[in-house]
């Protein structure tokens, strides 16, 4: 897991004013309600109010590319947290994060289009990996493996 994160270790924070400069922060703030949080934190931040459930998981496909990518690790490293505390119950916020880096099953061409050239590929290995994880630890608990789940293991993710 820690390998996983390690993939992230050296990614810079996207250039904020760049991005309001494309679409203004008004404009942002119309579809990612907590679009002033993002421009102030770090991905640890994230990482550690992910489980307070401050955010809204459906909003997270909406930020641009570079902020999506940035962000991206705080969700693997806060699934990974909940997995090795081992509860014996899932907490909804898991499932709903995890889901984040699922794109829609109508929006997967333009997600590898939009998204995925701003992952290097020990990147997209390291989400493939964490949504791997998730999914074994779904079948595990709840003996079903999710179809979208595994649409975004094979195709959205894994190295081709």
């Known amino acids: 897991m820690a390998r996983a994160i390690a993939a992230f270790e050296s990614i810079e924070r996207p250039d904020i004013e760049a991005i309001e400069r494309q679409s203004p922060r008004e404009e942002l703030l119309g579809y990612i309600s907590n679009w002033d949080w993002y421009r102030q934190h770090s991905w640890q931040d994230f990482a550690a109010e992910l489980p307070t459930e401050q955010f809204d998981p459906f909003e997270f496909p909406s930020l641009p590319p570079t902020v999506y990518r940035y962000f991206t690790p ?51 290995e390291a989400i493939a990996f964490g949504l791997v994880t998730f999914s074994h630890r779904q079948i595990a608990r709840e003996n079903y493996a999710d179809a979208d789940l595994e649409r975004a293991i094979a195709q959205v993710w894994s190295p081709a």
């Open 74 to 124: 705080g969700i693997l490293a806060a699934t990974f947290g909940a997995l090795a505390a081992n509860q014996p119950a899932r907490a909804f916020w898991e499932e709903y994060w995890i889901f984040a880096l699922v794109p829609l099953k109508s929006r997967i061409e333009a997600f590898r289009f939009e998204y995925l050239p701003h992952f290097s590929t020990a990147q997209k």
